[in-house]
């Protein structure tokens, strides 16, 4: 019996690794592809600006679960002796995704403006066509407003657990990291999914990633339920806010993504190309269908790009 358990531990580490690398695979098809359009228009602005704060939380949660001596009593404190169900896997994917998610956000300063019409094979690079401001990338006042109080707050809970008194403990900021990285996923997604539906396309989203991001989901999932069942610690899950409710949010919004993608705007691309919207989505569909979606993913820029 006990070799039973020795195997299922080996297979969930084995499947904490491939949810790993499905969800850092996830982050590179809309780099690719905001690379290969030179745009990022398509994509909601404010689920590029708190993405990599909702990772760098996430990372710091999860490593001070693992690492902290001092946070590891907390929880044992408080869960019966148990230790937390967090994996070197789930350090790596979020330290993975912070950097990833800050490359994205990089991303539209350097495609903040864009040509008022696609580059051809005929067409220079440095040519004088008009350019024109992407009114799209402007982040709401409200996200601005939550990222300066959320780190204030984060600062304020870091002074008050390091002083003599102890006033929070630091596995209460560290939780605290963790429901706040859940809010900042469910807060990126939803301007995502109203931009797909106000624009009745998902041209310049990229559907890989949602692939990818739903079966990261999945296995994340899986890991943790049956970490909690090896250890027997069903409390284990619900002790982990930030790798259960990260995988639940992925799940339910990828859903939504590919039933936009899938189902309800998937004749959104002949329409475009037909000429059957604004020039600003005609624009944008022929420069990501002609220039991305038809070419291989890891393609180069051509030459006249160079």
């Not at 592809?33 to 993405?51: A, E, P």
Request: aromatic share 12%.
């Amino acid at each position: 019996m006990a070799s039973f358990w020795v195997a299922l531990s080996q297979q969930v580490r084995f499947l904490g690794w491939v949810y790993t690398a499905a969800w850092s695979l996830s982050f590179y098809p809309q780099a690719i592809t905001n690379y290969r359009r030179r745009s990022v228009t398509g994509v909601s602005i404010d689920f590029l600006l708190i993405n990599p704060f909702g990772f760098l939380c996430y990372f710091l949660s999860n490593t001070i679960l693992y690492a902290s001596p001092v946070v590891r009593k907390q929880y044992q404190q408080r869960h019966d002796g148990h230790l937390p169900q967090v994996q070197p896997n789930d350090v790596a994917f979020a330290a993975h995704a912070f950097l990833l998610s800050t490359l994205t956000l990089l991303q539209t300063l350097i495609y903040k403006v864009r040509r008022s019409s696609p580059p051809t094979l005929f067409t220079p690079r440095r040519s004088n066509l008009p350019v024109q401001r992407d009114s799209s990338q402007r982040p709401s006042l409200y996200n601005l407003l939550f990222l300066s109080l959320a780190v204030s707050t984060i600062f304020a809970g870091a002074v008050l657990a390091g002083t003599s008194s102890h006033t929070i403990a630091w596995l209460d900021l560290v939780i605290f990291l963790s429901w706040l990285k859940l809010y900042i996923s469910f807060a990126k997604y939803v301007p995502q999914v109203v931009l797909n539906y106000r624009r009745k396309s998902t041209e310049g989203w990229s559907i890989e990633n949602i692939i990818l991001d739903l079966t990261g989901g999945t296995l994340s999932l899986a890991q943790l339920v049956l970490d909690a069942w090896i250890d027997a610690d069903w409390r284990a899950i619900t002790g982990n806010p930030g790798k259960l409710g990260l995988s639940l949010l992925s799940l339910s919004f990828d859903l939504v993504f590919v039933a936009q993608h899938f189902v309800l705007y998937r004749d959104a691309r002949s329409r475009l190309l037909k000429g059957g919207a604004n020039s600003s989505d005609q624009e944008q569909a022929r420069g990501a269908l002609a220039e991305g979606e038809r070419a291989p993913l890891l393609r180069g820029p051509r030459e006249d790009e160079a």
